[in-house]
């Protein structure tokens, strides 16, 4: 037991129950035989690796099934001979149940970081193994510890690591790893990560606030050490406090480099402005409570939190007595705790020294809950009822997040900016917590308690005060929502919302507007159909005809979708029609003869096409010129019937592409051709008589052009626009040649009309 840093696990582990320390034990056995011969990039055998995690997790306070878990975490991984059965036989369920969820984020883990330096694929691959990590820790808190501490050892062995890999586990470890750490409220690891991550992501900085630091560290100290005596003399000769407190502990505390560079950045500040340099730490252990027989547990736990509050309270007193306090610089996380169940005083004073020092104020308990947040508190020990609440709450959203987005890119992003990042509580009216992201807004807050509440919102108050609804919440406000029965969302909103579930929310409602305007518009398409040919509009469109109808044309029974349909131009009116009333089938879509005053309408000109499946108008497409010979589609148009296009249209390829569900095949009918406009660029060396020649051609043709335009170019070259009327592609063709006999006509090109050029038709030379 004393090799590879067991000397350390086994004094942290010593005070427990002797089976536990024998699980370990076998636990170490295990894991160094499967290990054996194996070392790490440093060149340390593997073994030191588990036995690191194992002393971290010791350190935190965590069960001996963690602790076992941490030595064992990758041996089915690494060890083909291993098996989850073979951990659940030696040292119990919990004990598997943790090393599985270890092992199968390692493995996506390994994937993701093979890949992620080459393709999309490889980063998608890493988000999905921070999914799966998060997914699993909801099942059991102790796999994100592990992990935790797996990650906390990687990283300060991380310089045996490429420069590459070190920025990219760098970068993960400061997005992902210490807000997760700072949410379970592990303030000892979260530290840690963020300084070491500091490191390799910002060398410079890293190395110009650590000299910067290190060259008045002496100085300090010697600061240091005069506050803590006075304070400690102070607090000592107190009449009250010696009474009420078992033990008073006060160190000298330096503060995190990411802290302070966060800070300087933040504030635009150097490092002789930042005043909080010089910090102490009071931490005061209660006596125990002597309280009346027969009191329950309830009540003795209440009276218990409020005397540690109270003697907190008092300690503060004692230092504002003695030192002067900077005004604004006082902050009660007592009575207002962060989200992750943290509770301190922090006070900024003016030592004798004339320097400035931050003093935090904290009960034992506080303290644990401060260093070791879910470590200390979540179903091992007694702690925080409001903590715990909170832990659920976001465990809670991971789960929602889980089952509302697919992609891991996305779940990530939600995760990074709803959950892990910073957080401000608020209050209700009625004095309830609500922990939000920071920068939240009031139309946040109301959605968080109700969407009927979010969705109904008019007007907010913030501690008493009328704001905007874009005004940005801080920690500790008293929130409330002004609402209205004719209240409704604007899309406004989305561009102050923060959080990803009130912006849902209002998308969401937006979209159901739009879908009852699409309903109501269908609906009146329709009936507007119905009533031009005369036909009983409330007996055609009663419920049952109606399903009858959205059964045949879409194989569903919802006459919404009917209306949906027409709306989207999906189905016409009188495709509808034709199955509500047969009789319009055999009229061909053609209303009944109106009163013998009025003239009988014309049927549609639809240009000897023929669409399957619709009798609606057609209009040859002006982009192509179709005419008759050309392999064409349709494209069904907003309320102007079917666009025919040619099949080799640049606009039909992109409708094809874009809206798949709105084209139609389409072909010429049997009928006799009629004449078609289509447009020709004649394009020929400049000479003197070419214009001549060619209305010459045309006219010998029998050809009447309407519409002649001459021009050249700055090449030389001449341009003859032409618009002629031809029976078909054959008709054309002929044209065509007779025109490229001309002299000098290199090219004849087919233009859409309006001069848009459709096919490039090679001419005949001359």
């Not at 500790?476 to 579930?501: C, Q, Y």
């Not at 005809?545 to 194989?555: F, G, I, P, V, Y």
């Not at 309320?639 to 606009?651: A, L, T």
């Not at 569900?661 to 020929?684: F, I, Q, Y």
Request: hydrophobic share 35%.
């Amino acid at each position: 037991m004393e090799e590879h840093g067991m000397q350390e696990l086994r004094a942290l582990v010593l005070d427990r129950p002797a089976s536990e320390v024998q699980g370990i034990e076998r636990a170490y056995v295990f894991a160094r035989d499967a290990h054996a011969g194996v070392n790490r990039k440093s060149g340390e055998p593997y073994i030191t690796h588990p036995v690191a995690v194992a002393v971290i997790l010791a350190r935190l306070g965590m069960d001996s099934d963690s602790v076992m878990a941490g030595l064992l975490h990758a041996t089915v991984e690494d060890v083909e001979s291993v098996t989850f059965e073979q951990i659940e036989a030696l040292f119990g369920r919990d004990v598997r149940r943790i090393v599985e969820g270890e092992t199968k984020v390692s493995k996506l883990s390994k994937q993701g970081s093979q890949s992620a330096t080459v393709s999309d694929a490889g980063r998608d691959l890493q988000a999905e193994n921070l999914r799966q990590m998060l997914i699993a820790m909801t099942d059991d808190i102790r796999i994100i510890v592990v992990k935790l501490a797996d990650r906390l050892h990687n990283m300060r062995t991380l310089g045996s690591m490429r420069p590459d890999k070190q920025v990219r586990i760098a970068r993960e470890t400061m997005d992902i790893f210490a807000p997760l750490a700072h949410r379970l409220g592990i303030g000892q690891i979260k530290w840690e990560l963020e300084d070491l991550s500091f490191r390799y992501l910002h060398p410079d900085e890293y190395a110009y606030l650590q000299s910067r630091l290190q060259s008045r560290q002496d100085e300090r100290d010697v600061l240091i050490g005069e506050a803590v005596t006075q304070l400690d003399e102070a607090l000592r000769e107190d009449l009250e406090l010696p009474e009420w407190v078992l033990d008073i502990d006060i160190s000298g505390r330096s503060k995190h480099l990411w802290s302070i560079h966060c800070k300087m950045q933040r504030e635009g500040k150097g490092l002789e402005q930042i005043f909080d340099l010089l910090a102490i730490r009071v931490i005061v252990t209660p006596r125990d409570l002597i309280v009346p027989e027969g009191t329950d547990e309830k009540r003795r736990e209440k009276a218990e939190a409020t005397r540690e509050k109270r003697i907190c309270y008092h300690t503060v007193s004692i230092v504002h007595s003695m030192w002067t306090p900077l005004p604004g610089r006082f902050k009660d996380y007592i009575a207002v705790p962060k989200p992750n169940g943290y509770q301190s005083l922090h006070t900024t004073v003016i030592s004798q020294s004339g320097q400035p020092i931050e003093v935090q104020i904290r009960s034992r308990r506080m303290h644990e809950v401060a260093e070791y947040g879910v470590a200390a508190h979540w179903m091992y020990k007694q702690g925080s009822q409001l903590a715990q609440k909170d832990r659920e709450n976001w465990i809670a959203q991971l789960r929602e997040l889980q089952d509302e987005i697919n992609d891991a890119s996305d779940y990530m992003d939600a995760v990074k900016s709803d959950i892990l990042g910073q957080r401000v509580r608020v209050f209700t009216p009625r004095g309830l917590a609500v922990s939000l992201p920071s920068g939240s807004t009031p139309i946040d807050f109301a959605y968080h308690i109700h969407t009927r509440i979010g969705e109904t919102t008019v007007g907010a108050r913030v501690n008493g005060s009328i704001v905007p609804l874009a005004h940005k919440l801080g920690n500790g406000d008293m929130v409330e929502i002004v609402t209205s029965k004719n209240g409704h969302p604007s899309k406004d909103w989305l561009n102050f919302a923060v959080t990803r579930s009130a912006r849902a929310k209002i998308r969401h409602h937006f979209r159901q507007l739009e879908r009852e305007d699409a309903r109501q518009r269908g609906h009146d398409m329709l009936e507007r159909h119905l009533r031009k040919r005369q036909l009983p509009v409330r007996q055609l469109m009663r419920t049952k005809l109606l399903e009858d109808a959205a059964q045949k044309l879409l194989s569903t029974r919802n006459p919404d979708d009917l209306y949906f349909a027409i709306s989207a131009g999906k189905l016409t009116p009188s495709a509808v029609g034709r199955v509500l009333s047969p009789s319009l089938a055999s009229e061909q879509g053609q209303p009944r003869p109106p009163s013998k005053r009025a003239p009988v309408p014309r049927p549609p000109e639809t240009g000897g096409v023929y669409v399957e499946g619709f009798t609606t108008t057609t209009k040859l497409s002006n982009c192509c010129s179709p005419i008759r010979g050309d392999q064409i589609m349709g494209y069904l148009t907003r309320g102007r019937g079917v666009s025919i296009h040619r099949i080799d249209c640049p606009n039909m390829i992109r409708l094809l592409k874009d809206e798949p569900e709105r084209c139609v095949a389409a072909s010429w009918d049997a009928g006799k051709p009629g004449l078609t406009l289509v447009d020709l660029d004649v394009m020929a060396a400049d000479r003197h008589g070419l214009l001549a020649d060619v209305l010459g051609v045309l006219s010998a043709e029998k050809r009447s052009p309407l519409k002649v335009e001459a021009n050249v170019d700055l090449d030389d070259v001449a341009h003859i626009l032409l618009r002629l009327g031809v029976r078909g592609n054959a008709d054309l063709e002929h044209v065509r040649a007779a025109i490229g006999r001309v002299e000098g006509v290199t090219a004849i090109v087919r233009l859409g009309r309006g001069g848009v050029r459709g096919r490039k038709d090679s001419g005949a030379s001359a």
